[in-house]
Nanobody, 113 residues
Framework: QVQLVESGGGLVQPGGSLRLSCAASGFTFSSYVMSWVRQAPGKGLEWVSDMNPAGDSTSYADSVKGRFTISRDNAKNTLYLQMNSLKPEDTAVYYC??????WGQGTQVTVSS
C-alpha cells in the first residue's frame, strides 16, 4: 500500500533553515512527479514545489523561490525540501502527496522568535 512519511519539521527562528524529508513506498517513486504542499493554520492548501521523475526539472511557488530547494533520491524513494531564510509566513504543515488521493501525516514547521 502507498505510504508517505514526512519528517524534519520543527521550531526554528526567522532566518533559520530546515530540511524536510518524505519517505515514499508502495508505488514506483522514480516514475512520478513529486510535490511539496503546505497548509498554514486556518488556510487552504498551497502548492510549494515539484520535481520531475528524473530530478532535472523543478518548479517553485513565487513565495518560496530562491529560498527553498527541492530534491529527490530515487534510489532511496525519498523527496527532500531544503528550506533556508525561513519566514514566519512559512509556518505550516508540509506534505508530499502522491496524486490527489494519498497523503502522509505531514510535518509541522513553525517559524517564530
Amino acid at each position: 500500500q502507498v505510504q508517505l512519511v514526512e519528517s524534519g519539521g520543527g521550531l526554528v527562528q526567522p532566518g533559520g533553515s530546515l530540511r524536510l524529508s518524505c519517505a515514499a513506498s508502495g508505488f514506483t517513486f522514480s516514475s512520478y512527479v513529486m510535490s511539496w504542499v503546505r497548509q498554514a493554520p486556518g488556510k487552504g492548501l498551497e502548492w510549494v514545489s515539484d520535481m520531475n521523475p528524473a530530478g532535472d526539472s523543478t518548479s517553485y511557488a513565487d513565495s518560496v523561490k530562491g529560498r527553498f530547494t527541492i530534491s529527490r533520491d530515487n534510489a532511496k524513494n525519498t523527496l527532500y525540501l531544503q528550506m533556508n531564510s525561513l519566514k514566519p509566513e512559512d509556518t505550516a504543515v508540509y506534505y508530499c502527496p502522491y496524486g490527489v488521493s494519498y497523503w502522509g501525516q505531514g510535518t509541522q514547521v513553525t517559524v517564530s522568535s
